[in-house]
C-alpha cells in the first residue's frame, strides 16, 4: 500500500515521531498504514508531510480557528508545503470514506476531493501533483530556496489570495506555521465580516 506514493515522493528524513493513534480513524481503510508509514515525516523533498498525533492535534487547533464551521468536524492527516491541511471529514463520530478535504489558509477556503485516502496518496497525488500539491510553484520555489522546510513551518502567501494577492513565488515566504494559521484565520473572519 502506498508504494507510487513512497517512489514519487520518498521520505526526507528517518525521525520517528508517534503515529496518529486516538483518532476516529483508526479503522479507516488505509488510515493506519498512512500513519505509519510517516508519522512525523516529509516526503518529496518537504512537498508534503504525514501528521505525528502531536501535529494533528495542533492543526485540529488551526482548523478550529480559520474555519470555525469545521470546528470539531475534522481530522487532519497531512500537510503539504503551503500549510494546507489534508483533513478527514466526520459525520456522527465516523469518518467519511468518500471524502478528504483541503483546508488552505491562503485562499480562506476548503476543497471537497471527491476520494478516500489511498486514493488521494496513492494515485491522485502522484498522477495530478499540480491539483493536489501545487507542485509547479513547489518547483519553482525550490530555485531560490532548495533547503527543507523544517516541521512547524510552512511557505505561506504574504498577502492573501482572499485579498487579492497572487499564486506567485514572489508572494510567497518561510514563515512558522502557527503564526501564519491565525493571522490569515483573522483576515478570514474580518473578510467573511464584511460579506
Not at 71 to 85: C, F, I, S, T, Y
Not at 98 to 117: R, T, Y
Request: charge should be negative; charged fraction near 25%.
Amino acid at each position: 500500500m502506498y508504494e507510487n506514493f513512497l517512489t514519487t515522493y520518498p521520505a526526507d528524513e528517518n525521525s520517528e515521531a508517534e503515529p496518529i493513534s486516538n483518532s476516529p480513524l483508526i479503522g479507516l481503510d488505509g488510515f493506519r498504514e498512512l500513519a505509519e508509514l510517516g508519522a512525523g515525516k516529509g516526503f518529496g523533498e518537504g512537498i508534503i508531510r504525514i501528521h505525528s498525533q502531536e501535529e494533528s492535534d495542533r492543526a485540529v487547533h488551526f482548523i478550529a480557528d480559520e474555519f470555525p464551521e469545521y470546528r470539531g468536524a475534522v481530522v487532519p492527516v497531512a500537510k503539504d508545503w503551503l500549510g494546507r491541511q489534508y483533513a478527514v471529514p466526520i459525520d456522527s463520530s465516523s469518518p467519511r470514506t468518500d471524502m478528504v478535504l483541503l483546508m488552505e489558509p491562503g485562499s480562506g477556503e476548503a476543497f471537497e476531493i471527491d476520494c478516500g485516502l489511498i486514493e488521494l496518496f496513492d494515485q491522485k497525488m502522484v498522477s495530478d501533483p499540480l491539483t493536489f500539491l501545487a507542485a509547479d510553484l513547489f518547483s519553482e520555489w525550490q530555485l531560490e530556496h532548495p533547503e527543507p522546510i523544517q516541521a512547524g513551518k510552512c511557505v505561506g502567501f504574504k498577502v492573501p489570495l482572499f485579498l487579492g494577492g497572487g499564486g506567485t513565488v514572489k508572494n510567497l515566504e518561510l514563515t512558522d506555521e502557527s503564526v501564519y494559521w491565525n493571522l490569515f484565520g483573522q483576515l478570514r473572519k474580518q473578510v467573511k465580516g464584511r460579506s
